[in-house]
T-cell receptor, first 113, second 117 residues
Framework: QKEVEQDPGPLSVPEGAIVSLNCTYS??????FMWYRQYSRKGPELLMY????GNKEDGRFTAQVDKSSKYISLFIRDSQPSDSATYLC?????????????FGKGTLLTVNP | EPEVTQTPSHQVTQMGQEVILRCVPI?????FYWYRQILGQKVEFLVS????????KSEIFDDQFSVERPDGSNFTLKIRSTKLEDSAMYFC???????????????FGNGTRLTVT
């Protein structure tokens, strides 16, 4: 079983839709969970960062972590064409400062005007 | 907002040549990293660096790779004898010292696209 699994899509939605992106993982040591957005030929840009289980909201973005199910989600409300990008989940067994992130393969999202 | 900068944006080299990829991390960060992304594949951890030494490295980071912080601002990745399979995007990242909050995750640069011919 792969350490982090993410449906690569592609996912195409109309503008204004609610988008749900998900990852599952197998390593129960993961404690820190991140979502990055990556535009073509750019570096990953941090969107959300959560520790352990629970929800975190930031504007139109909500991140959820369910450690019992080893499942994390990112919800995007009122999606915009500018949200079109690849979304990467990433996780680490340790946080603070010394990270070793394990990434999912990324989900390619297109939001159509 | 401070950012991680990488140069060059694209490097083409011949197999067997040495390349040095350069990064300027965010100025108050103390942990530095290199990750790579082969086209169509996951972003993979290569190495982390702290206090002028390697903290951890992956199995990818073999003797052909080395990292250095030659001065107070630059962080470099050297590949001694490039192979075709080294062709990838190489991302530098940095993170802050341990803080009172958890909000000190990795910040990535825009990468150097390395093409080995």
């Amino acid at each position: 079983q792969k350490e982090v699994e993410q449906d690569p899509g592609p996912l195409s939605v109309p503008e204004g839709a609610i988008v749900s992106l998900n990852c599952t993982y197998s390593n129960s040591a993961f404690q820190y969970f991140m979502w990055y957005r990556q535009y073509s030929r750019k570096g990953p840009e941090l969107l959300m960062y959560t520790y352990s289980s629970g929800n975190k909201e930031d504007g139109r973005f909500t991140a959820q972590v369910d450690k019992s199910s080893k499942y994390i989600s990112l919800f995007i409300r009122d999606s915009q064409p500018s949200d079109s990008a690849t979304y990467l989940c990433a996780m680490s067994a340790r946080g603070g400062s010394n990270y070793k992130l394990t990434f999912g393969k990324g989900t390619l999202l297109t939001v159509n005007p | 907002e401070p950012e991680v900068t990488q140069t060059p944006s694209h490097q083409v080299t011949q197999m067997g040549q040495e390349v040095i990829l350069r990064c300027v991390p965010i100025s108050n960060h103390l942990y530095f990293y290199w990750y790579r992304q082969i086209l169509g594949q996951k972003v993979e951890f290569l190495v982390s660096f702290y206090n002028n030494e390697i903290s951890e490295k992956s199995e990818i980071f073999d003797d052909q790779f080395s990292v250095e912080r030659p001065d107070g601002s630059n962080f470099t990745l050297k590949i001694r004898s490039t192979k075709l399979e080294d062709s990838a995007m190489y991302f530098c990242a940095s993170s802050a010292p341990r803080a009172s909050s958890y909000n000190s995750p990795l910040h990535f640069g825009n990468g150097t696209r390395l093409t080995v011919t």
